[in-house]
């Protein structure tokens, strides 16, 4: 049976710029190169071989919803949910209530927040 691991996750952009500014105040996350083309598009790394694209499409319609979204976790949920409240970033539970965290049925913490585009993000608890 073939086995699969998770490479990347591309997102739609209006402002490449934008979105690496943000993703790197959020995740701190280190900017790698585009080894694939010579396009606008930039890499940022998610550590472990597995990186976020983030592809400009200033003209293009970006719709979503929050049950499309992609999740990171953390070894400390309150830490991260400090540093979001340190940047004035708003995040929710799942039912959109504003500022507050979600204790899903396996006892796991986790935030929903968006992005410059209107991306989802869940970061919850990493199990120990």
């Given at each position: 049976m073939l086995k699969f691991s998770l490479n990347h996750i591309a997102l739609s952009v209006k402002?490449?710029?934008v979105s690496v500014e943000f993703y790197q105040n959020i995740f701190q996350l280190e900017e790698v190169?585009?080894?694939a083309s010579n396009s606008k598009t930039r890499w940022l790394s998610?550590?472990?071989g597995k990186e976020l694209h983030l592809i400009p499409r200033p003209n293009f319609e970006i719709k979503i919803n929050k049950a499309v979204h992609f999740a990171l976790a953390t070894t400390d949920i309150n830490v991260f949910i400090e540093h979001l409240n340190s940047l004035n970033i708003t995040y929710s539970d799942w039912l959109n209530t504003v500022n507050k965290d979600y204790i899903r049925n396996d006892g796991v913490k986790q935030v929903y927040f968006q992005d410059p585009d209107g991306?989802?993000?869940?970061?919850?608890?990493?199990?120990s």
């Amino acid at each position: 049976m073939l086995k699969f691991s998770l490479n990347h996750i591309a997102l739609s952009v209006k402002d490449v710029d934008v979105s690496v500014e943000f993703y790197q105040n959020i995740f701190q996350l280190e900017e790698v190169k585009n080894t694939a083309s010579n396009s606008k598009t930039r890499w940022l790394s998610l550590n472990e071989g597995k990186e976020l694209h983030l592809i400009p499409r200033p003209n293009f319609e970006i719709k979503i919803n929050k049950a499309v979204h992609f999740a990171l976790a953390t070894t400390d949920i309150n830490v991260f949910i400090e540093h979001l409240n340190s940047l004035n970033i708003t995040y929710s539970d799942w039912l959109n209530t504003v500022n507050k965290d979600y204790i899903r049925n396996d006892g796991v913490k986790q935030v929903y927040f968006q992005d410059p585009d209107g991306y989802w993000i869940e970061v919850n608890q990493a199990s120990s």
